[in-house]
């Protein structure tokens, strides 16, 4: 017995320089440990918005064989692609919400207005300051490389007659067929990413859409004024401050909401030059990159460092260029 306590005597604990020593190489090993699991997060979350997309560009298939066209990028209510999409999404109950004879703003479209859809948001963009009745959209279709929001006004005098129409498969009141593609369903642009905004034109975020001519008289006439111009603007200036309700409604077709251009390099500042003239990029959480669903159904990783003539081919429909891999 005596020799047991002994030896129970003899014991002792962790001294404190011991304990530190541990507790230091436990913060090391966390330290390595958390950018890896933020990386395979970042890859599964990645993967779910790529196959967000691959939902909605098989929904626009769908759409396509019920309806013989694709859905207008926006309709004469200002009515988005994504609403029209719904049926085909497996959201019937929520597309039954919806007045497509009402504006997305009225009392009639409030219900549709508020419904979340997960299919329509990133899960890497967690970013939400919407307003309550909003429900928000990380997906955009692709209008174009030209600069003009609308149609070409036919008006004399009026600044942007004379400007090209739009030449991607979405914009107002169009019904493009997939035969009317001439570049290819392959080679041309469906959908991509853009991430929410701050709503908040007191504060500048990389998300907001930022007006010019007001404030410094900027009236591009070409895409490549309009790149220019996104490469060199301030945006911590608030003066330049235009539109940060971005992301939401997904209802509402609009270039702040549903629609995006080719006219800029992805993760380009988004800018809107007036009268009408727009250059709304794709951007996203994910690093290097964004994803893109082509008109044939499938998606692509896009890296923001992608050939400008490039990008700009895989917005137009009918334009020609040979895109290379």
């Known amino acids: 017995m005596v020799r047991n306590m002994a030896r129970g005597?003899?014991?002792?604990?962790?001294?404190?320089?011991?304990?530190?020593?541990?507790?230091?190489?436990?913060?090391?090993?966390?330290?390595?440990l958390v950018p890896a699991v933020q990386k395979v997060r970042e890859a599964a979350n990645r993967m779910s918005c790529s196959n967000n997309l691959k939902q909605m560009g098989l929904a626009l298939h769908n759409y396509h064989s019920s309806e013989g066209c694709l859905p207008s990028g926006r309709t004469a209510v200002s009515l988005s692609v994504h609403a029209q999409l719904l049926p085909h999404l497996e959201q019937d109950g929520i597309f039954k919400l919806?007045?497509?004879?009402?504006?997305?703003?009225?009392?009639?479209?409030?219900?549709a207005r508020a419904s979340v859809v997960k299919t329509f948001l990133c899960p890497s963009d967690s970013f939400n300051a919407i307003p309550a009745g909003w429900a928000g959209?990380?997906?955009?279709?692709?209008?174009?490389?030209?600069?003009?929001?609308?149609?070409?006004?036919?008006?004399?005098?009026?600044?942007?007659?004379?400007?090209?129409?739009?030449?991607?498969?979405?914009?107002?009141?169009?019904?493009?067929?997939?035969?009317?593609?001439?570049?290819?369903?392959?080679?041309?642009?469906?959908?991509?990413?853009?991430?929410?905004?701050?709503?908040?034109?007191?504060?500048?975020?990389?998300?907001?859409?930022?007006?010019?001519?007001?404030?410094?008289?900027?009236?591009?006439?070409?895409?490549?004024?309009?790149?220019?111009?996104?490469?060199?603007?301030?945006?911590?200036?608030?003066?330049?401050?235009?539109?940060?309700?971005?992301?939401?409604?997904?209802?509402?077709?609009?270039?702040?909401?549903t629609v995006y251009f080719h006219v800029t390099r992805p993760f380009s500042n988004s800018c809107m030059y007036p009268p009408g003239r727009i250059a709304t990029a794709a951007n996203s959480n994910h690093s290097g990159g964004v994803n893109v669903a082509l008109c044939d159904g499938s998606v692509r990783f896009v890296p923001a460092a992608i050939n400008l003539a490039a990008w700009r081919a895989m917005g137009s429909a009918t334009g020609g260029e040979v895109i290379s891999e």
Do not use: C
């Open 137 to 257: 959209n990380n997906y955009r279709v692709n209008q174009g490389s030209g600069l003009l929001w609308g149609l070409p006004p036919t008006t004399a005098g009026d600044p942007n007659t004379g400007f090209p129409a739009p030449n991607g498969p979405f914009f107002l009141n169009s019904k493009m067929r997939l035969t009317d593609l001439t570049d290819g369903t392959s080679n041309t642009a469906a959908l991509s990413e853009h991430r929410k905004g701050d709503f908040n034109n007191g504060m500048s975020s990389v998300s907001d859409t930022f007006y010019l001519g007001q404030a410094k008289g900027l009236y591009p006439a070409t895409p490549d004024e309009a790149q220019k111009i996104a490469d060199t603007l301030d945006t911590k200036n608030l003066l330049f401050q235009g539109m940060s309700d971005v992301g939401a409604p997904w209802i509402y077709g609009y270039h702040s909401t």
């Open 9 to 32: 005597q003899s014991r002792r604990g962790f001294t404190l320089i011991e304990l530190l020593v541990v507790i230091a190489i436990i913060a090391v090993l966390v330290g390595l």
């Open 98 to 111: 919806i007045d497509f004879t009402q504006a997305w703003n009225t009392a009639a479209n409030a219900n």
